[in-house]
């Protein structure tokens, strides 16, 4: 099996702070990934450097599609979307103010463009695309289980349908390797387990790889095939749930914490 | 009524021509004297004015505190080729070489300060906008500080209409096209957009290339109408006359300027009467309303001419389509 994601010697350091260093990561076609550790370990800081936000101070990343190998290193993040690779964030960021449908369409309507003329004229294009993208946007939300608040705003949405409403708007990107930034979080446990089976899902449905960030220790360890710990910017440990679990330097880096 | 196209052309189009009408009627027989004409032209060349700005700054989240340059550059190129060409098809070739000539400078100065993430554009359209005039103020070809003269009329209550309705409905179709959701989407969270694919350059240079065009469009307006222009006239102080419709408005709703345009006319017309208050009690006019309605008038939502044609299509129950564009 072909990696479809290499991370070698990724680095960034913020002033005189080596936020990440030397992080090097390997996600095979159709993985499911954890990379778990304490607050501040720099999680989100290797997200925000693989998908573009912050250019990397050193290392590489080489990501491939369809057998060609593309170096994302510095590329802005909407080159690294429209590559493949789709994300959500620890903290929402949905376009608040408009509609569920509208987040999912802005995001699907990137793999369809009509030219200028035909937006300003409303041309023949323009009719057949946008009914094409609303289209595809309902059937993404009718999926999710968010096509009855269609209409609603986006804040107005309870806050577990919000983060079902990034992940739609992720996979409105077509990708084939998602991240997802803590996607439980500020969940109940039986919205985690709800969670939990719908992640599972999405990787058959759309063949995915998935990387992804997470504290609810019960979901890192029920769902992920291999786990990558990180640790002041350093990847400490690595393998399988149970070998990461019983890795002292790991139990050590939760203070004692079970896990 | 089955077809929605001809809906659409029945609910919105008849109270538009009615509009038409009535000014017309209202210039042959005389009731509308050369006074009011002037607010009237005042009035849509502010609409213009207003309604491409708010493109730019609330619903693609920039900032542009130079509209008046835009003005300036639509205003002097109608101009110039008007007096060389005093033809219809000299005015029209004018006004699109006056948009277009806008839109390029545009284009030149939105690419390199659109690409940071912050209110550069702000500083730079205003520095630009004072370039221009000063520019104006001093160039032979313009005739320098004493202005522009003797640009045959070409502006009248048609064209007005034609050129208004026009650039409103396509600033409107621009917005409800995914062109215009990537700018909306830009505004709303620059991160998140760039992260589904949304190349935010391009978005915000294309939302203030397309609202430098149609500044272009409103300074020809202004030209042709009132066939004297001078530099001073497109100062920064006619940038925040702008402003201050598309704030008064509502950022991010084109009814809102409309409806802010046609107030703030409304409003000074009225004043006249008071001349020497008259900027007081207006500044104190606009101090009460942002008191009061911060978020502008409409906000950011939209009042569609439905409304006013549901009155003639007898149809009163059926149902509103959702308002996609905020």
């Known amino acids: 099996m072909t990696d479809i994601l290499r991370v070698d010697m990724l680095t960034r350091h913020f002033g005189g702070l080596a936020a990440v260093s030397n992080v090097g990561l390997r996600l095979a076609e159709g993985e499911l990934v954890g990379l778990i550790g304490p607050n501040g370990a720099g999680k989100t800081t290797v997200f925000n450097l693989l998908t573009g936000v912050y250019p990397p101070s050193a290392g590489t990343i080489t990501f491939s599609r369809d057998g060609r190998e593309l170096a994302l290193g510095g590329r802005k993040p909407d080159v690294v ?23 999912v369409e802005i995001a699907l309507q990137q793999n369809h463009r009509y030219s200028l003329a035909a937006s300003f004229f409303r041309l023949p294009p323009f009719a057949r695309t946008e009914a094409l993208v609303r289209e595809e946007s309902m059937e993404l939300l009718a999926l999710m289980g968010l096509a009855k608040v269609a209409g609603e705003q986006a804040r107005n949405l309870p806050y577990g349908d919000q983060r079902h409403l990034e992940i ?6 077509r990708p084939t390797l998602l991240l997802l930034d803590e996607p439980a979080a500020g969940m109940n446990p039986a919205e985690t387990a709800e969670l939990t089976g719908l992640i599972a899902r999405l990787r058959t449905e759309f063949g995915l790889t ?22 002041h910017g350093v990847v400490i440990a690595s393998g399988s749930p149970g070998e990461v679990r019983a890795n002292p330097r790991v139990i050590e880096a939760y203070l004692g914490e079970e896990v | 009524m089955a077809n929605p196209m001809v809906r659409t052309l029945l609910t919105r189009g008849v109270p538009l021509l009615l509009l038409y009408a009535v000014v017309l009627a209202g210039l042959n027989l005389g009731l509308i004297d050369d006074y009011l004409m002037a607010t009237i032209a005042t009035l849509c060349i502010n ?29 002097y190129t109608t101009g110039l080729i008007t007096i060389a060409v005093p033809t ?27 690409r940071l993430r912050g209110d550069y554009l702000a500083i730079a359209t205003l520095g630009l906008a004072e370039i221009i005039r000063i520019l104006l103020n001093n160039v032979e070809f313009t005739n320098g500080a004493a202005g522009l003269a003797g640009i ?11 050129l208004t309705v026009g650039s409103v409905l396509l600033i409107r179709n621009f917005l409800r096209s995914s062109h215009g959701r990537n700018a909306i989407a830009v505004r709303e969270d620059e991160i998140a957009a760039e992260s589904i694919g949304v190349d935010a350059t391009r978005a915000k240079v294309l939302s203030f290339t397309v609202g430098a065009f149609f500044g272009g469009l409103a300074g020809g307006m202004y030209a042709s109408y009132f066939y004297f222009i001078k530099p001073d006239t497109f100062g920064f102080l006619k940038s925040i006359d702008i402003l201050v419709i598309v704030v008064l408005g509502g950022l991010g709703s084109l009814s809102g300027s409309v409806i802010a345009a046609v107030l703030l006319a409304a409003i000074s017309t009225v004043l006249q009467q008071f001349t020497a208050v008259r900027m007081i009690l207006y500044a104190l006019l606009l101090v009460i309303i942002m008191v009061f309605r911060p978020q502008g008038l409409m906000g950011s939502r939209e009042v ?14 059926e149902p509103d389509e959702p308002e996609a564009t905020r």
């Open chain 1, 81 to 103: 979307c429209r590559a493949g690779i789709g994300r959500t964030f620890q903290n929402i960021r949905l376009f608040k103010d408009l509609t569920v449908l509208e987040n």
């Open chain 1, 168 to 173: 739609a708007r992720a996979l409105a990107t």
């Open chain 1, 210 to 231: 998935i990387l992804l960030i997470e504290h609810d220790m019960s979901l890192v360890m029920k769902i992920c095939e291999r786990i990558y710990v990180l640790d």
């Open chain 2, 47 to 75: 609409i213009v004015l207003a309604v491409s700005l708010n493109l730019i700054t609330g619903f693609t989240g920039q900032f542009s505190l130079g509209h008046a340059g835009f003005m300036a550059i639509g205003a």
């Open chain 2, 88 to 114: 219809v098809p000299g005015f029209i070739a004018g006004l699109l070489a006056g948009g277009l000539l806008a839109a390029l400078v545009g284009f030149l100065i939105g690419l390199p300060t659109l």
């Open chain 2, 152 to 162: 045959p009329q070409m502006m009248d209550w048609n064209w007005f209409f034609i």
């Open chain 2, 304 to 317: 569609s001419l439905r409304i006013v044609g549901r009155l003639f299509t007898r149809k009163p129950t």
